[in-house]
């Protein structure tokens, strides 16, 4: 994982949003992603996207100070579709044994605190940007963050209309693979 290379988040906005790309040669538009029904199904080099699994929404290329925002998708079965607003993750080996890594293209989503629920994106790859994820039959994806920062459970906020993470609650989250 130790590439050499230095990844930073481009300039931050007088919104307090950052905006980072999606890998080269990825994106929605007309390509269809399939519904993960078993976290066995996901390796090294996939790109995924991470969806609201109760809502035509999934994680958006947008970081905003402390989190995640939404971008749509529309949901067919267990295949989605959608623009290039939505953030395209490329999974890297983890810190942690067992363990995958949410590349952006810019830098390593992480679960950023303990006290206050935080996704963020950092350059450089560590525990708590390393993630478990299990998957039911269903496409629940259970996607926990391996570091110290106990809010470390990466789920959909309806309400606020945001992806960060959780000690408990909030919706449940399902992975699409291209």
């Known amino acids: 994982v130790g590439d050499g290379i230095n990844y930073t988040n481009s300039e931050e906005s007088e919104t307090g949003e950052f905006t980072t790309s999606a890998p080269a040669g990825s994106g929605g538009g007309e390509e269809t992603w399939t519904l993960v029904t078993n976290a066995s199904n996901l390796k090294v080099g996939d790109e995924i996207v991470i969806a609201a699994s109760n809502s035509d ?53 992480y679960a950023a605190s303990s006290s206050n629920n935080y996704l963020r994106t950092e350059a450089n790859l560590s525990d708590n940007s390393s993630w478990s994820i299990a998957i039911t039959n269903a496409g629940v994806a259970t996607i926990t963050a391996q570091g110290t920062n106990t809010r470390n459970l990466l789920k959909y906020n309806s309400s606020s209309t945001i992806f960060s993470c959780y000690t408990s609650g909030q919706g449940d989250v399902s992975i699409y693979k291209k």
């Open 57 to 109: 929404y999934a994680l958006s290329t947008t970081q905003n100070n402390n989190n995640r925002g939404q971008a749509a998708v529309t949901k067919n079965g267990e295949t989605i579709t959608f623009g290039n607003d939505v953030q395209v993750l490329t999974l890297q080996t983890g810190n942690v044994s067992n363990s995958f890594a949410f590349y952006t293209g810019s830098g390593y989503l």
